[in-house]
């Protein structure tokens, strides 16, 4: 029983560099989205999607692009990783008509 | 003013003790309320929704008071096993199945 997958769990970039994060989850949920947590600050919306084809930005979505071609999949994609960057990525999903959400283990992310 | 404010603690309390979290959210028109669990390094989990007639499970019971516009949460005879830290969630009106995560509290039980 996987519920949400995140890959990699540790990735160390270079500042320019780009990188795609992985989630997928296997619940047949239609929302999913993608947070950051930096100490202090709790967890931020980047982005999210209602649905296969459908995505939208969240609280801080500047440097991060996301797509939703199947119901199963959503990847994180950095353009070009900046020290800003530096956090811990989740990726959750939320079942139909409930609020309750399941995460995946993180992403940590470090930019150098 | 940030829209879900909790008191980052750290609580450290002994074993057996009861001890309880406030958060306030800034949106009086929220409409659902959850609290999670988060284990140093680990992902957020759902621990309870809140309702407004108030709710328990087992030593945990949940309040909420919309016209004050807090949240509470009651641990009652508190295990070693619930240091963690208890992230303060709201669903504000109108954004779906969007959550607002408060930056949490942190539990650290005493033997």
């Known amino acids: 029983n996987a519920g949400v997958t995140q890959t990699p769990k540790f990735q160390v970039l270079k500042t320019g560099q780009s990188m795609t994060l992985q989630c997928a989850q296997d619940m047949n949920h239609e929302y999913m989205s993608w947070y950051r947590q930096d100490p202090g600050m709790g967890l931020r919306l980047i982005h999210y999607?209602?649905?296969?084809?459908?995505?939208d930005q969240g609280e801080v979505p500047n440097g991060y692009n996301v797509s939703r071609s199947t119901t199963e999949d959503f990847p994180l994609r950095l353009l070009s990783a900046a020290p800003s960057q530096t956090s811990v990525y989740f990726c959750?999903?939320?079942?139909?008509?409930?609020?309750?959400?399941?995460f995946g283990p993180g992403t940590r992310l470090t930019v150098t | 003013r940030k829209e879900v404010e909790q008191d980052p603690g750290p609580f450290n309390v002994p074993e057996g003790a009861t001890v309880a979290f406030n958060c306030t959210y800034s949106n009086s028109a929220s409409q659902s309320f959850f609290w999670y669990r988060q284990d140093c390094r680990k992902e957020p989990k759902l621990l309870m929704s809140v309702y407004s007639s108030g709710n328990e499970d087992g030593r945990f019971t949940a309040q909420l008071n919309r016209a004050s516009q807090y949240i509470s949460l009651l641990i009652r005879d508190s295990k070693l096993s619930d240091s963690a830290t208890y992230l303060c969630v709201v669903n504000p009106v109108g954004s779906a199945r969007q959550l607002t995560f408060g930056s949490g509290t942190q539990l650290t039980v005493l033997p």
């Open positions: 999607s209602v649905g296969a084809g459908i995505t």
């Open positions: 959750a999903s939320t079942q139909t008509g409930t609020y309750e959400q399941y």
